[in-house]
């Protein structure tokens, strides 16, 4: 648009004229130039390599959602708010939204594999260790480490390569539970192999890192939730980052009222029954649990909501490597725990592990004070028996079937349970 003086503007001109010169954008006030419109900019959100880890790539998870970050298409809860900012890095976990279509949106955990202290603590012990410097690039470090040289060498993750390692997952391994780690890692393009001929170099350390860190997104590769297993969906990661579906943490129900808190326990209950006995003859159970190791879907459903305190014995081969762990430490057993950490002996788990666990540290806290006295005497009183475990006549696995069926009629069957609405009007199973 050129540049004219609106000299229409001026007392006494046509009306007419004015309003054709309004009409074309003169401001009939001043008598300066017109300026080109400012085109309207979208807001863009900007991440740090360091907020999500990708400066420590490729001692990382991996980079499977990196895209959907960048596109927006990944926003945390804080992106609803006024300001639009990224949350504190040194949160442990996120609430946040997740698209497909950029119109429907679902809840998502964005969560870290550990705290930055000890990310920082582990880091310094590495460089230090491995190449006598406070700070250097982790990534060679790790590489240049005798098992990470093994792994970059291997055709195959074996029981060897995995021992000290700390996670629960590798305290009790069998070839057939390692074979299935390698098959299902949802981190590269191409899995379904035992053989590791199809992960890249960056790739193996990834898998390495992680199941040296934290092995939460692991299990739920492993065992997803389309096939049954009670874990939320994996979605991927950015640095060091992993994404799974949104639960709310149970700790969040232990005011609820008695037909919520008592369906909460039956469905706690049937999970610790599928991790002891299923299909493909894995014993799952726990090393510890609390008010934040289970979570719930927003239709009620109950699943595993932090898996990292989870250990499976095979029992159809055994494990390969028993009691041997402790002579195994290198720099990979103590990334975020202490390298002086006991491991549990594989012989020392009872199938009512899991059950007596959650019975003195779990149950008690969801079912006190909900119901009428005769029915709470009761439940209280399967409750202490089944806190004693091993030492009780009757055992754990009797106490909680008789309190499985004191509970069964006291939920409702209505709108607000929709995981199971309408079919318990219909079936016996609920």
């Given at each position: ?226 096939e049954g297993w009670p874990f939320p969906r994996y979605l991927g990661s950015c640095g060091r980052l992993a994404l799974s579906a949104g639960t709310r943490p149970l700790r969040d129900f232990l005011g609820a009222a008695a037909e919520l808190a008592a369906d909460l326990a039956l469905q706690l209950l049937a999970v610790l029954r599928s991790m002891a006995a299923n299909d493909l ?150």
């Open positions: 648009m050129g540049r004219w003086t609106c000299c229409l503007c001026s007392r006494g001109a046509d009306p007419l004229m004015l309003l054709l010169v309004l009409a074309l954008g003169c401001d009939p006030s001043t008598a300066a130039t017109a300026s080109p419109p400012v085109p309207h900019v979208k807001p863009s959100y900007t991440f740090g390599r360091t907020f999500l880890g990708l400066d420590k790539c490729n001692a990382c998870i991996g980079t499977s959602i990196c895209k959907k970050f960048f596109k927006e298409e990944i926003r945390f809860d804080t992106w609803l708010s006024s300001r639009l900012k990224l949350p504190p890095s040194s949160l442990l976990s996120y609430s946040g939204n997740y698209t497909d279509d950029g119109k429907s949106w679902r809840a998502v955990d964005i969560r870290r594999l550990s705290s930055r202290y000890q990310q920082e603590r582990g880091e310094r012990r590495v460089c230090g260790a491995l190449l006598r410097s406070p700070s250097c690039s982790l990534e060679r470090a790790l590489r240049r480490s005798p098992r990470g040289q093994r792994w970059l060498r291997a055709k195959r993750l074996t029981p060897d390569l995995v021992q000290g390692l700390p996670s629960p997952l590798l305290r009790c391994p069998s070839q057939r539970l390692l074979d299935r780690i390698v098959r299902r890692y949802a981190e590269v393009p191409d899995a379904g192999s035992i053989y590791m001929d199809h992960l890249a170099e960056r790739d193996r350390l990834r898998l390495l890192y992680t199941l040296a860190v934290n092995s939460h997104p692991i299990l739920l590769q492993m065992f997803p939730d389309v003859n894995y014993f799952f159970y726990f090393t510890r649990v609390d008010a934040g190791t289970f979570g719930v879907f927003s239709n009620g459903h109950l699943f595993i909501r932090d898996a990292s305190a989870l250990g499976i014995i095979d029992r159809e081969e055994g494990s390969q490597l028993m009691d041997r762990q402790q002579e195994h430490r290198d720099i990979f057993s103590c990334l975020t725990v202490d390298c002086q950490s006991a491991f549990v002996s594989c012989d020392s788990i009872r199938d009512e592990h899991s059950l007596v666990m959650v019975c003195q540290d779990l149950l008690p806290k969801l079912l006190a004070g909900k119901f009428v006295p005769p029915v709470q005497e009761r439940v209280d009183a399967f409750l202490q028996r089944c806190a004693r475990g091993f030492g009780d006549k009757q055992g754990a696995k009797e106490a909680v079937e008789e309190l499985a069926e004191l509970l069964k009629p006291l939920r409702s069957c209505d709108s607000r349970f929709a995981y199971r609405y309408p079919d318990c009007r219909y079936s016996d199973k609920y």
